[in-house]
């Protein structure tokens, strides 16, 4: 039996579509929801590590500390401390100042931050200090503590004449008085054991003239 003709067209078998799969749009949104947690976690953390870094050492009293006493290794220790502002962390010793052997001027207690002016070497506390009343026209405006004057006398009958040299001022008072000629300040000046045995003589000559202070360059 011959074999039947085989009908041929113009045309190929048709063939089986490609299956492509399609991309789910839901996993893209929770990938990128994923990358930007972990970018915000990995940001908090290093704004983290660095406010832990931005302390700063202070020293702070182990005990009560009276006035008077010397001050040891066992009666302080450091603490970091996170300040609101320069300021107020420049009202403290940090902790890179030695403080050994100073005497305490003002009490401090038990865990509290030891202020600037709670600590002086031993000379400076048995210094002897002198108010000023001096003419605004008579010392710098901007004298401040910490300044070294050499203090003059000023008189109406005799030349003027130095009483004391390079002597530290310790405090300095607002202007006091209504103004011009009359506004003075209350200047305190440090003098040491040899500027207090002329000390009688000096303060006749300041009773009957105008002291002035002339500040020495550092």
Partial sequence: MADSPVLRSG???PSTP??????????????????????????????LLSSADDTTAVW????????????TGDDLTTV???FTSD??????????????GLIVTRPVTKG????????????????????????????PSDTAVGDHVDVWVV??????????????????DQVKGVSGSSARRQVLIALEA??????????????NGEPVLIRRGS
């Fill in 18 to 47: 490609t299956l492509r799969t399609r991309r789910a749009r839901w996993k893209d949104g929770r990938l990128l929801l994923g990358v930007l947690l972990v970018a915000i976690t990995a940001l908090a953390g290093a704004k």
């Fill in 112 to 139: 509290q931050f030891v202020p600037r002016d709670a600590a002086t070497p031993k000379t400076d506390s048995e210094r002897t200090e002198l108010p000023l009343s001096v003419a605004t026209g008579h010392l």
């Fill in 155 to 172: 008189t109406k009958d005799a030349p003027a004449r130095m009483l004391w040299t390079e002597v530290r001022v310790v405090q300095v």
């Fill in 80 to 82: 970091n401390v996170r």
């Fill in 60 to 71: 702070a009293a182990k005990r009560d500390l009276p006035i008077g006493q010397t001050l």
């Fill in 11 to 13: 045309f190929a078998a």
């Fill in 194 to 207: 040899n500027d207090v045995t002329k000390l009688s003589a000096t303060l006749a000559l300041l009773n």
């Fill in 87 to 100: 300021a107020a962390a420049g009202q403290y010793v940090t902790a890179d100042a030695d403080l050994k």
